[in-house]
DNA sequence: CGAATCAAATGGTTTAACCATTAAGGCCCA
DNA sequence: TGGGCCTTAATGGTTAAACCATTTGATTCG
């Protein structure tokens, strides 16, 4: 029925107060906040405690602390790095484990596929085949590490281009924090890129085609390739 | 090519020795570190310092603070609830909308059900019929806001069904933050609710019947409903 | 004009003291 | 004997004042 009382802490009202400053506008991005010495007497309260609230402010990705003259904390855009950072301690900490992420790709990757094809300008068609010659380009000089990068940065931008924000960060997220444990247990080799550079051919060509279906459908059976390999089943 | 080295703040350091030793379980869920005043010690450095560090600690939900004697910092269990509170801020921001999360929620939610109804024990569908017949009463007394809260906990146990914490934590994420703007643009009434409850009863049905493909169309079915009303659209 | 130097503003750190909360033990009195 | 009250000590929360380190811009000098 009742909930404790809490303990008043009084950097916590500080925090609450600046916070509710930025969600409402109050405050823009790129603002920049008066200096500790002044927000100080404003809150009438101590430097101290006033920098226990700005250091709870900056981890929650409200604000940005600079050094020096003309420095100080200043509005930040918010963003999905703190999501990603709380995620990535839910990951190292073992709570999330990489066939748990991979479990969930196989089984949203192919509905954000479909939803970015129906929503591909001619524009984000183009940036794709860029990337993919990119790709293509480590393959021919068997840069390994570079095309994992063209290939992440490929994923990330199919996401960018449903423009859903919350599609954006689990596709971010989960290749974000695949690609960072890839090397442990997936060695790339010459078969497995060339899969890659063909699965994203098919997957272009059936954007192209505005075929959702089919793009989904390719990338689904890609990610559980992916996902059987991890988890040592062979075909 | 290179990264601006990292500026030295003592409670930086101090925040990375402990969370390492928390992530690699040097420091087991449920010890309690020892008092600010040895820390410090320990740390070499003041105590307005390492407040500063155990506030970052705290906010990333490593760490939790209780007062009085015997109280002090305790390791924490790590869980989600960092990461809702960070999606909580980006609704709140106005980055993400409740029309991302619902259309989200569209593509995700069938299959979410269709592996909880692979994984249900005899246990877990008891456990849904037991909330089943209280969601049911509810209706009967027309307590609407009782209806919601049981709507939601139903939903977030299909979840946990799962077995697996990223569909867990997408499950809670996306209903804890609907529900909490729910009232806001989408009242309750006989009609929805009676609906709502016609809904489960297909889905528990299916689950029971181990027919994963006609649980999850019915729960699409049912998101997209409610997203339509929610846009505004009428069929 | 350009480079070196200095000064001021600002965040980062330290120290020392005191306040507030909590748990535990002891004391008093019925 | 037992229950309630008081004291005490440990611990986090807060305050104050000073000094250090970094950055920027103005000033000075060659």
Same mark, same amino acid.
């Given at each position: 029925?009742?909930?404790?009382?809490?303990?008043?802490?009084?950097f916590?009202?500080?925090?609450?107060?600046?916070?509710e400053?930025?969600?409402?506008?109050?405050l823009?991005?790129?603002?920049?906040?008066?200096?500790?010495?002044?927000?100080?007497?404003?809150?009438?309260?101590?430097?101290?405690?006033?920098?226990?609230?700005?250091?709870?402010?900056?981890?929650?990705?409200?604000?940005?602390?600079?050094?020096?003259?003309?420095?100080?904390?200043?509005?930040?855009?918010?963003?999905?790095?703190?999501?990603?950072?709380?995620?990535a301690?839910?990951?190292?900490?073992?709570?999330?484990?990489?066939e748990?992420?991979?479990?969930?790709?196989?089984?949203?990757?192919?509905?954000?596929?479909?939803?970015?094809?129906?929503?591909?300008?001619?524009?984000?068609?183009?940036?794709?085949?860029?990337?993919?010659?990119?790709?293509?380009?480590? &393959?021919?000089?068997?840069?390994?590490?570079?095309?994992?990068?063209?290939?992440?940065?490929?994923?990330? &931008?199919?996401?960018?281009?449903?423009?859903?924000?919350?599609?954006?960060?689990?596709?971010?997220?989960? %290749?974000?924090?695949? %690609?960072? &444990? &890839?090397?442990?247990?997936?060695?790339?080799?010459?078969?497995r890129?060339l899969?890659?550079?063909?699965?994203?051919?098919?997957?272009?060509?059936?954007?192209?085609?505005?075929?959702?279906?089919?793009?989904?459908?390719?990338?689904?059976? %890609?990610?559980?390739?992916? %996902?059987?390999?991890m988890?040592?089943?062979?075909?």
């Open positions: 029925m009742f909930k404790r009382a809490k303990q008043s802490r009084v916590q009202d500080v925090v609450d107060q600046i916070q400053a930025i969600l409402t506008k109050k823009a991005p790129g603002t920049r906040l008066p200096a500790e010495r002044d927000l100080k007497e404003m809150f009438n309260t101590s430097r101290g405690t006033l920098r226990e609230a700005l250091r709870v402010l900056e981890q929650k990705g409200l604000i940005e602390i600079k050094l020096g003259v003309s420095g100080g904390a200043i509005v930040k855009q918010i963003d999905t790095d703190p999501l990603m950072e709380s995620l301690l839910l990951i190292q900490s073992g709570e999330v484990s990489l748990h992420l991979s479990e969930f790709r196989i089984k949203i990757e192919g509905s954000l596929v479909e939803l970015a094809t129906e929503r591909a300008t001619p524009k984000d068609i183009e940036e794709l085949e860029r990337m993919q010659a990119r790709a293509r380009h480590c &393959y021919d000089i068997q840069d390994w590490e570079s095309f994992l990068k063209t290939d992440e940065a490929m994923h990330t &931008y199919i996401g960018t281009m449903t423009r859903n924000p919350v599609f954006q960060f689990v596709q971010k997220s989960i %290749h974000d924090n695949i %690609h960072r &444990y &890839y090397q442990d247990f997936l060695p790339m080799n010459r078969e890129t899969e890659n550079l063909q699965d994203f051919d098919k997957i272009i060509a059936a954007m192209k085609a505005k075929d959702g279906v089919a793009a989904s459908a390719t990338i689904t059976d %890609h990610v559980q390739r992916f %996902h059987d390999k988890t040592g089943k062979r075909p």
